[in-house]
């Protein structure tokens, strides 16, 4: 799957280009009645392709619901309702479609890294062939039609999760956060709008989706993005010329991965963060960036109870968690 691995450069971790469309004819899903949301699963489904499968929530177990989110592929807004809901995923997840959201369609690529060329086709490709069997819902004027007047436009949102440690530590987030929203950027947390930044994880966004191209959106998060990770790395530098300290906490981490025996997720969070940076400052060498990666997700408690195939109450999971961490640490 896409989202256990990392690029090389690991600040950041992912990229997701979101395409929202409305199909002509229909009204937006907060006004359609149950036939006529199936009607619009039922068009989306008859034109996958053969790498693609639908799945509805409703047919889903709780933790199966709650690990989409956990591995960003559906919102969670989204789940809150699972009533006529439905998504298609590819093979390795990197296309993801939210069928009846907010809007009739939230057509997401994903990609490992700054890859957002990648993420764009992926979407791009999908909305292209839907496209073909349906009309979308436009303006000659505004553009695509949306159900949230944000999206009204290109009905594009182009984001980069980031891991920024260091600019979180030296207090510089706030100050961040204040120039990208001068130039239509913003900031979120780990699952985006009104969540928090969960081990240093930011989401990097478009605000405006009117009056500019799918690709001068693209560019601009890109560019905007490129800028971010040059403040991280020069804030890494400042971090470490605290050598010993720096090393000591990196290194301190590690060990209480490798050998608690309860931890809860938010204590996981920090110490995987830290063992990140280190991978990345070459302070720890004998550990693949992309394990982290990997327990970095299934720490969740929807996607650790999925992984060691088990139901668990709170005190079980954090006991749970840590001996699956110090299992994979210490292959």
């Given at each position: 799957?896409?989202?256990?691995?990392?690029?090389?450069?690991?600040i950041?971790?992912?990229?997701?280009?979101?395409?929202?469309?409305?199909?002509?004819?229909?009204?937006?899903?907060?006004?359609?009645?149950?036939?006529?949301?199936?009607e619009?699963?039922?068009?989306?489904?008859?034109?996958?392709?053969?790498?693609?499968?639908?799945?509805?929530l409703?047919?889903?177990?709780?933790?199966?619901?709650?690990?989409?989110?956990?591995?960003?592929?559906?919102?969670?807004?989204?789940?809150?309702?699972?009533?006529?809901?439905?998504?298609?995923?590819?093979?390795?997840?990197?296309?993801?479609?939210m069928i009846?959201?907010?809007?009739h369609l939230?057509?997401?690529g994903?990609?490992?890294g700054?890859?957002?060329?990648?993420?764009?086709?992926?979407?791009?490709?999908?909305?292209?062939?839907?496209?073909?069997?349906?009309?979308?819902?436009?303006?000659?004027?505004?553009?695509?039609?949306?159900?949230?007047?944000?999206?009204i436009?290109s009905?594009?949102r182009?984001s980069?999760?980031?891991?920024?440690?260091?600019?979180?530590?030296?207090?510089?987030?706030?100050r961040?956060?204040?120039?990208?929203?001068?130039?239509?950027?913003?900031?979120?947390g780990?699952?985006?709008?009104n969540?928090?930044a969960?081990?240093?994880?930011?989401?990097?966004?478009?605000q405006?989706?009117?009056?500019?191209?799918?690709?001068?959106?693209?560019?601009?998060?890109?560019?905007?993005?490129?800028e971010i990770?040059?403040?991280?790395?020069?804030?890494?530098?400042?971090?470490?010329?605290?050598?010993t300290?720096?090393?000591?906490?990196?290194?301190?981490?590690l060990?209480?991965l490798?050998?608690?025996?309860?931890?809860?997720?938010?204590?996981?969070?920090?110490?995987?963060?830290?063992?990140?940076?280190?991978?990345?400052?070459?302070?720890?060498?004998?550990i693949?960036?992309?394990?982290?990666?990997?327990?970095?997700?299934?720490?969740?408690a929807?996607?650790l109870?999925?992984e060691?195939?088990?139901?668990m109450?709170?005190g079980?999971?954090?006991?749970?968690?840590?001996?699956?961490?110090?299992?994979?640490?210490?292959?």
């Open positions: 799957m896409w989202y256990y691995n990392v690029d090389k450069n690991q950041a971790i992912s990229s997701r280009v979101r395409i929202a469309r409305n199909i002509e004819g229909y009204k937006f899903p907060q006004m359609l009645n149950d036939n006529e949301a199936k619009i699963t039922e068009i989306i489904e008859k034109n996958m392709n053969k790498d693609e499968k639908l799945l509805k409703s047919d889903m177990d709780k933790l199966t619901v709650g690990s989409l989110v956990e591995r960003h592929l559906v919102s969670k807004e989204y789940i809150k309702d699972t009533t006529n809901k439905a998504i298609v995923l590819n093979k390795d997840c990197s296309l993801s479609i009846n959201e907010e809007d939230r057509i997401q994903f990609s490992s700054l890859n957002l060329d990648e993420a764009y086709k992926i979407s791009k490709e999908a909305e292209e062939r839907i496209n073909k069997v349906v009309k979308y819902s436009e303006h000659n004027q505004y553009g695509y039609l949306s159900a949230c007047p944000t999206n436009g009905g594009i182009v980069v999760m980031l891991h920024l440690p260091a600019l979180t530590r030296l207090g510089y987030i706030s961040l956060l204040e120039d990208a929203a001068k130039i239509g950027i913003t900031i979120r780990l699952y985006g709008e969540t928090a969960r081990g240093n994880l930011y989401q990097i966004s478009n405006k989706t009117m009056g500019m191209t799918e690709n001068e959106i693209c560019k601009a998060v890109k560019q905007i993005t490129e990770i040059k403040q991280e790395k020069k804030a890494r530098d400042i971090i470490n010329a605290e050598e300290y720096y090393e000591d906490k990196i290194m301190r981490a060990g209480t490798k050998y608690a025996r309860r931890m809860q997720t938010s204590e996981a969070e920090k110490l995987l963060s830290l063992v990140r940076v280190g991978i990345e400052s070459k302070i720890i060498k004998n693949d960036p992309n394990l982290i990666q990997k327990l970095s997700i299934n720490v969740y929807n996607n109870q999925l060691l195939k088990k139901e109450d709170e079980e999971r954090d006991i749970e968690r840590s001996k699956y961490i110090r299992r994979e640490l210490n292959k």
